[in-house]
T-cell receptor, first 111, second 115 residues
């Protein structure tokens, strides 16, 4: 089945700096790659996603890039703000419409 | 987007007992997914529930421990049976959102503590 690796596990940045989180996946048939933000005690919330026929997608301060050949995808957050502090999960949609999640990245934005 | 109502939001249960978690969706969906999120960990898929057929369980999860019902296209239950402290986790249901191409939405989660 699908295996998703995510790095780094923790990331600390200064307010206004950029943050990058990287994921790799194993199943070349995976075709959908969402990113979720989970605040403490809350449900995961979709923040951006990308499909396998697209290389990059941007939504205001958030962007996602996908390299199908290398089976890599990354989340980029620019101009980070304290409210960006949370755990971020990448995921890949493979067979059976199932999402397989990465291990998560604890992002801390410091003032 | 689809709205999922999940309950209970939390419970404290005695070991050896069972707890049933319910998820109600405000629209008809083909597939519902049940996840477990242990403290400080990622989400692990327990099973996929399709209406009218038995749930499909992931490796490491069995029907006797986590029986699932899917009586119609808007509702599903997950039971955690014969609980032990190791079952203390957050359990979440999820659907493939019919209003969003490939989007997935999550319920608010059930925080289970087994004592």
């Amino acid at each position: 089945g699908e295996n998703v690796e995510q790095h780094p596990s923790t990331l600390s940045v200064q307010e206004g700096d950029s943050a990058v989180i990287k994921c790799t996946y194993s199943d070349s048939a995976s075709n959908y790659f969402p990113w979720y933000k989970q605040e403490l005690g809350k449900r995961p919330q979709l923040i951006i996603d990308i499909r396998s026929n697209v290389g990059e997608k941007k939504d205001q301060r958030i962007a996602v890039t996908l390299n199908k050949t290398a089976k890599h995808f990354s989340l980029h957050i620019t101009e980070t703000q304290p409210e960006d502090s949370a755990v971020y999960f990448c995921a890949a949609r493979g067979g059976g419409n199932k999402l397989t999640f990465g291990t998560g990245t604890q992002l801390k934005v410091e003032l | 987007s689809a709205v999922i109502s999940q309950k209970p939001s939390r419970d404290i249960c005695q070991r050896g007992t069972s707890l049933t978690i319910q998820c109600q969706v405000d629209s008809q969906v083909t597939m519902m997914f049940w996840y477990r999120q242990q403290p400080g960990q990622s989400l692990t898929l327990i099973a996929t529930a399709n209406q009218g057929s038995e749930a499909t369980y992931e490796s490491g999860f069995v029907i006797d421990k986590f029986p699932i019902s899917r009586p119609n296209l808007t509702f599903s239950t997950l039971t955690v049976s014969n609980m032990s402290p190791e079952d203390s986790s957050i359990y979440l249901c999820s659907v493939e959102d019919p209003t969003s191409f490939y989007g997935y939405t999550f319920g608010s989660g059930t925080r289970l503590t087994v004592v």
